[in-house]
């Protein structure tokens, strides 16, 4: 399973952002993809999934993953990381999102990915209750 797991962190750590068609390297042709984030639920096909990665990264320059986590299953990995990225307004990296994320695969490709994410922000209340 070291195999997949390498594959799912190739995959988010590649420039697939500026160029959908990195996306067949990791994804079968036929790939699911559910992505629930802050702003929608987002039910997507491979071509969707690339269409909206590309808009998104339109003001990238580079975008970095800082894992924090890394499980991996028989057919799954399991992510936790934070995108940073670098944007044509600032050469500095900024936090843009935290993401958790289920990658199933089949045949060492992506096949479903169920992803949540949130906007990172430098001032986020922390609410502990015990």
Sequence with gaps: M???????????ESDYFKNSDVLKQYFHEDAIIHWRSSE????????GFGDLTTKMGKSFLNMTAEFH??????????????????????????????????????????????????????EIEVKKQI
């Design 40 to 47: 929608a639920f987002y039910e997507l096909d491979l071509k």
């Design 69 to 122: 986590d890394i499980i991996t299953t028989d057919h799954a990995v399991v992510t936790h990381f934070t995108y940073f990225v670098e944007s044509i307004e600032s050469e500095e990296l900024h936090a843009l999102a935290h993401f958790m994320a289920i990658w199933k695969l089949e045949d060492a490709k992506i096949s479903k990915a169920e992803i949540m994410s949130m906007p990172a922000e430098d």
């Design 2 to 12: 070291l195999q997949e797991s390498n594959k799912v962190v190739d995959f988010l």
